[in-house]
């Protein structure tokens, strides 16, 4: 989805570096997502976001952490990259007062590989 | 811990087939939805079924849902080579998308 771009769309990195993985939308949504993927995991929760100062943890937020610079950005944050974070990471946005209000919106993806 | 188990993992069909996927859930939910993914691209949402409805219809694709059993399917039906993608069931709670659990995926490959 065009609305929602990611960036970088690939990145290859080493243990211990820290990353920033961005994420913007100009749908207008004020609600945000950080996912990973793996294989055979689908997708699992990191980080959302539902306005610019509220900050919640998902399913699996240890390693990482978020920034929410305005409403139409998101950034997630490894501190120091390990392996085992190798994965596809997706932002996703929102709007509950939108129409739809109960679907999702996802960008292309960061494939992420940690050396 | 993943909300929504699928099965199968992986399903090839020659075009023209059906294609059944299937999902279970563990809790309660305001409704379901499916998402599919092209091969290392984003999910783009495909159609939602309410708790208190039972079956609905998309085009090609038909969902029903037994929230007694907590499982879903998606049918697609007439399948093309363009179908090919992965499938999630996502269940969401809220009823606005605020937070959607996703399942593991189906992996479906469509051959001419």
């Known amino acids: 989805d065009a609305d929602v771009t990611q960036t970088p769309r690939n990145r290859i990195t080493k243990t211990g570096k820290r990353i920033m993985l961005e994420c913007s939308q100009t749908?207008?949504?004020?609600?945000m997502y950080w996912y990973r993927q793996d294989p055979g995991l689908g997708l699992r929760l990191i980080y959302y976001?539902?306005?610019?100062?509220?900050?919640n943890k998902g399913e699996i937020s240890d390693g990482y952490s978020v920034s929410r610079q305005a409403q139409a950005k998101f950034s997630l944050s490894l501190e120091s990259a390990i392996p085992n974070q190798t994965a596809l990471y997706f932002c996703?946005?929102?709007?509950?007062?939108?129409?739809?209000?109960?679907?999702?919106?996802f960008g292309p993806g960061t494939r992420l590989t940690v050396l | 811990s993943q909300q929504g188990e699928e099965d199968p993992q992986a399903l090839s069909i020659q075009e023209g087939e059906n294609a059944t996927m299937n999902c279970s859930y563990k809790?309660?939910?305001?409704?379901l939805q499916w998402y599919r993914q092209n091969s290392g691209r984003g999910l783009v949402h495909l159609i939602l079924?309410?708790?208190?409805?039972r079956e609905k219809h998309s085009g090609r694709l038909r969902v029903t849902l037994d929230t007694s059993k907590k499982s879903s399917s998606l049918l697609i039906t007439a399948s093309r080579a363009a179908d090919t993608a992965s499938y999630f069931c996502?269940?969401?709670?809220?009823?606005?998308?605020?937070?959607?659990?996703f399942g593991t995926g189906t992996r479906l490959q469509v051959t001419l």
């Open positions: 976001s539902f306005d610019v100062k509220d900050i």
């Open positions: 996703a946005t929102s709007d509950p007062a939108g129409v739809p209000y109960n679907e999702q919106f």
């Open positions: 809790t309660s939910i305001n409704n």
């Open positions: 996502a269940t969401d709670a809220s009823g606005t998308a605020s937070k959607l659990t």
């Open positions: 079924i309410r708790s208190n409805e």
């Open positions: 749908k207008g949504h004020d609600r």
